[in-house]
Each structure stands twice: as C-alpha cells, then as structure tokens.
C-alpha cells in the first residue's frame, strides 16, 4: 500500500484559512468514514487533531475542521495562528486493523 | 494522566536484534489495543503494528511482517516490540500509541518515542 497523498506544503497568514487535502483509494479513504489527522511539531510526538473524519478530540479548538468527499479527505484551519505551524498527516484505516498514513504537509504561517 | 514511555532505542548493526518497551500508566491498560508507529528521519509516520488488549491478536505492516513481533504483559502495563533481522531502512523513532475506545482506527495518545539507528 502506498501512502496516501498530501500536498508537501501549504501557507496562509495570520487569521486566514488553510485546507489540506488527503488523497487515497476505495481501499482507504474512500472506503471507510475513519480518516483521523494528526499534527507535529518538530521533535515532538504527533498529537491527534481530528477523528472519524470530522470529529475533534476535547481540548482541540474548533478552528480545526475535517471533512471528506470520496476518495479525498480534507482538514482546515480557520483563523490560522502562529502554533498551528507544524507539520499534519492524514491517516486512513485500510482494513484488516491497518492504517495507512499520508505523506504529511508543512503548515507555514506567514 | 495518561502516559506512555518508550525506551530500549539504541544503534546496532545490519541484521541485528533489538527491543523496545512502552510502559503505559494512568489508564486501564488491559482495555485498549495499542500500537507502534515509527518515523525515519526526515520522513512521514508508518504504522508498523498493532495488538489487541488481551495480547492475543497481533497484526503488521507487510515491511516488518516476520521480523518484529508486538507483544505486551498486562501484569506489567507493559508493551514489547522485538525486531529482528534489523535493515537499514527499519532506522527510525519508534512511537508507542494507545488506540481509542477500543477500536483500531485512530490513536488518542502517543509516547515521545525511542531512536532506533540500524548502522
């Protein structure tokens, strides 16, 4: 299996939106409503973002949204901030208790 | 709190053999799947492996399928990762996460990861 694809980065200002797209297969994305995202920092460990597609953990401002349409998830950020810098992966599960991740994407901010 | 804290990570040689631990804490760790994730350097997050609360299921990705084996004892709060046949594309942190609910479709907590250097 092949990692899903993301954009390698992508770069707002303060206060502007982002989107980042996840692109998979029927295996994948397409074929279950279980895309999670995660974000990190660097030398940190990933922190979960957003789960079951659309869902955000306690404790996750609700600038940070998800959604899919078929084969393509996609996570934004509204209002984006200076700590929201890092990098994101996207993961999918894939069946059989597997998860496939994306290739992640650099979030800058202007 | 919720903790998990990975150690063993160190440097050995091509075709070597390696463990690594997770020790868990502030949760009922008997009741949750649990998961190792890793990280080579400069790259993006591979899921490696997965096993059930009992211990009793085990499942891999296909790149490490026969070489690691994920075990934990639950007397112990304790997680296990034997790797074996070491290459040097297995270099990477290898993170410890705690799956959510139960199921196996996403990770709610994460360790800060051992470095596994395979030279």
């Known amino acids: 299996q092949s990692a899903l694809t993301q954009p390698r980065s992508v770069s707002g200002s303060p206060g502007q939106s982002v989107t980042i797209s996840c692109t998979g297969t029927?295996?994948?994305?397409?074929?279950?409503?279980?895309v999670s995202w995660y974000q990190q920092h660097p030398g940190k460990a990933p922190k979960l973002v957003i789960y079951d597609v659309s869902k955000r953990p306690s404790g996750v401002p609700d600038r940070f949204s998800g959604s899919k349409s078929g084969n393509t998830a996609s996570l934004t950020i509204s209002g984006l901030q200076a700590e929201d810098e890092a990098d994101y992966y996207c993961?999918?599960?894939?069946?059989?208790?597997?998860?496939?991740f994306g290739t992640g994407t650099k979030v800058t901010v202007l | 709190e919720v903790q998990l804290v990975e150690s063993g990570g160190g440097l050995v040689q091509p075709g070597g053999s390696l463990r690594l631990s997770c020790a868990a804490s502030g949760f009922t760790f008997s009741s949750y799947a649990m998961s190792w994730v890793r990280q080579a350097p400069g790259k993006g997050l591979e899921w490696v492996s997965a096993?059930?609360?009992?211990?009793?299921?085990?499942y891999y990705a296909d790149s490490v399928k026969g070489r690691f084996t994920f075990s934990r004892d639950n007397s112990k709060d304790t997680l296990y990762l034997q790797m074996n046949s070491l290459r040097a594309e297995d270099t990477a942190v290898y993170y410890c996460a705690k799956y959510s609910r139960g199921y196996y479709y996403y990770m709610d907590v994460w360790g800060k990861g051992t470095t596994v250097t395979v030279s």
């Open positions: 029927s295996s994948d994305v397409a074929g279950y409503n279980y």
């Open positions: 096993i059930s609360g009992t211990g009793g299921s085990t």
């Open positions: 993961c999918s599960y894939a069946g059989s208790y597997t998860l496939l």
